[in-house]
């Protein structure tokens, strides 16, 4: 069987672009292929720790892994849950890999670039994270690995590293797939991304200090629905679909379709012509307060004890997966 291999980092709440933009898409394609491969969901709470060291990690980790399943991820035979720290074979293999991996490679990391730019100096796992992603797929023969396209940089490393190891030492690593083919695998041709609410310009980001570019999935619906009443628009006074011209007034479009799970065409065609901007903001106000209120209704279901018992089973067999794919990568190298 081959391997689907995803994650999320747990450093804070999900904004609704996170959700809607990652998390479903992920949930949607891990129960379409749960019958036929093996599906490994990890929360990288290593990688949550290059900016921060948060007292809240723990905590979040678990409302990380309860978000999965309150969007619906369907748990079988086939689905692992576990947390990136409590597999060693990560670190361990990470070190091995950053033997083969050259500083030319990691020092082009567009990420490294941007977290690195300005400042006098930063942490070394800042440089070094991709190596340690390249780990998390590689333990696991990970074929496809549905992330966003500010990671495909660091999943043609990690092709690069399994072809550069297999060379040297033979068929140790399954190569992940080609970025064309992890975009084609995950749908995201015609993917939709949600926009910050008063600059639609960026994308909605949970980082962004203004409260009302955002809506998080902890937001009261009736805040939710405040902060799209005061989305910024334009000036044009009709209402169409075009992200360069009316980027605001397309991203309340987008929110429809993507929240009430309608083509956005058929969104388009209900709106198109329409002057009022108002009532366009009271329908997506009204629909994302009602799949805040379902969402967090089911949030609340999911236990603790859910969650660690999922973590207990799971744990268990990517230490058992990762931990034999190690041990070929230690006898390479005539550790063992």
């Given amino acids: 069987m081959r391997t689907i291999l995803t994650g999320i980092r747990s450093n804070s709440v999900l904004t609704l672009g996170n ?24 929360v990288p709470d290593l990688h949550s720790i290059i900016s921060e060291v948060d007292g809240n990690l723990r905590d979040n980790t678990l409302r990380t892994l309860k978000y999965w399943l309150a969007a619906g991820l369907e748990v079988n035979e086939n689905v692992h849950i576990y947390r990136q720290s409590y597999v060693p074979a990560h670190s361990e293999l990470c070190w091995i890999l950053n033997c083969v991996a050259t500083m030319g490679e990691t020092s082009r990391m567009i990420q490294y670039k941007e977290k690195s730019k300005g400042q006098e100096s930063c942490n070394v796992g800042i440089f070094d994270y991709p190596i340690l992603m390249a780990a998390d797929i590689l333990l696991y023969d990970a074929e ?114 993507m929240v009430t799970n309608t083509p956005l065409q058929d969104v388009i065609s209900t709106w198109a012509g329409e002057t009022r901007y108002g009532e366009l903001k009271k329908k997506v106000a009204s629909s994302v307060s009602q799949m805040l209120e379902l969402f967090q209704a089911r949030l609340n279901e999911v ?12 744990e268990r067999y990517a230490n058992e997966v990762a931990n034999k794919k190690l041990f070929e990568a230690q006898k390479a190298f005539n550790l063992r």
Avoid: C, W
Wanted: no cysteine; glycine share 6%.
């Fill in 19 to 42: 959700y809607l933009g990652a998390l479903l898409p992920m949930v949607r394609l891990a129960n379409q292929h749960s019958a036929d491969s093996r599906v490994n969901i990890f």
């Fill in 144 to 257: 496809f690995i549905p992330l966003g396209e500010d990671q495909f940089q660091h999943i043609e490393l990690a092709r690069d590293l399994a072809m550069r190891f297999n060379k040297r030492f033979g068929e140790i690593f399954v190569v992940p797939a080609k970025t064309a083919d992890q975009v084609k695998f995950m749908g995201m041709e015609n993917a939709l991304r949600i926009r910050d609410l008063t600059n639609p310009e960026k994308k909605m980001s949970k980082s962004t200090a203004a409260e009302n570019s955002k809506i998080m999935l902890d937001d009261e619906p009736a805040q939710a629905a405040k902060k799209i009443m005061g989305a910024t628009t334009d000036s044009e006074g009709v209402i169409r679909f075009d992200m360069v011209k009316q980027p605001g007034v397309s991203n309340l479009l987008t929110i429809e379709a």
């Fill in 303 to 314: 236990t603790d004890e859910q969650v660690l018992a999922l973590l207990d089973e799971g």
